[in-house]
């Protein structure tokens, strides 16, 4: 069946460092993706999507690219803050209203 | 424009008591569905709605969940008897095309 897989965390950082979370995925057909943030205590907020090979997400200084030929959508930010300790969800859709199939999650920890 | 409702936002009952959650989607998405988040997971779905039908309801415990979205809106959730299985957090989510918009959750807590 179709999967995610994201990289284990917790992922602790300090303020300014490039962060990067990998994303792979397993799909029969051509999915779009996406990357949702939650923070503590909320629900999911929708960070960034992509819809077709080559297209590049971007959302408050992060960026991911869906790489179809290695089934990959790594988020990257170049300088984090505290203010992105969340946990990030890789996810992807098959077509139009179909259930999201999540990953389980990457908890990111930025320290000051 | 108003985000997806949901109510409560914690409830913490014991065990074989009922529990109702509450969604109210974002205006004019015609599919909403109920995700259901265990600790340290990511979402896994429940149930879809297409307008009032329940399109994809292959992953809810039928013996013990029930649903409904009367007139295509409002949507509530049920556990009836709640199980110590059923912790976790309740999330709403509602589209009009492919992205899903998510509630703030309800956070249960059965003892």
């Known amino acids: 069946g179709d999967s995610v897989t994201q990289m284990e965390g917790p992922v602790t950082l300090s303020e300014e460092a490039f962060l990067t979370i990998n994303c792979t995925y397993t799909a029969t057909g051509y999915p779009s993706l996406f990357w949702y943030v939650q923070y503590p205590g909320e629900g999911l907020q929708l960070l960034l999507k992509?819809?077709?090979?080559?297209d590049k997400g971007s959302n408050k200084g992060f960026e991911a690219t869906y790489r179809k030929e290695t089934t990959s959508f790594h988020l990257e930010k170049g300088s984090v803050q505290v203010s992105d300790s969340a946990v990030y969800f890789c996810a992807l859709i098959l077509s139009g209203n179909t259930p999201l199939v999540f990953g389980k999650g990457t908890r990111l920890s930025v320290i000051a | 424009e108003a985000g997806v409702v949901q109510s409560p936002r914690y409830k913490i009952i014991e065990k074989k008591q009922p529990v109702a959650f509450w969604c109210n989607p974002i205006?004019?998405?015609?599919?909403l569905y109920w995700y259901r988040q265990n600790l340290g997971q990511g979402p896994e779905l429940l149930i879809r709605y297409e307008n009032e039908e329940a399109v994809d309801d292959s992953q809810l415990p039928k013996d013990r969940f029930s649903a409904e979205r009367l007139k295509g809106v409002d949507s509530t959730l049920k556990i009836q008897p709640a199980e110590l299985g059923d912790s976790a957090v309740y999330l709403c989510?509602?589209?009009?095309?492919?992205?899903?918009?998510f509630g703030p959750g309800t956070r249960l807590l059965v003892l």
């Open positions: 989510a509602s589209s009009l095309q492919e992205t899903q918009y």
């Open positions: 992509a819809t077709k090979a080559d």
């Open positions: 205006s004019g998405h015609n599919t």
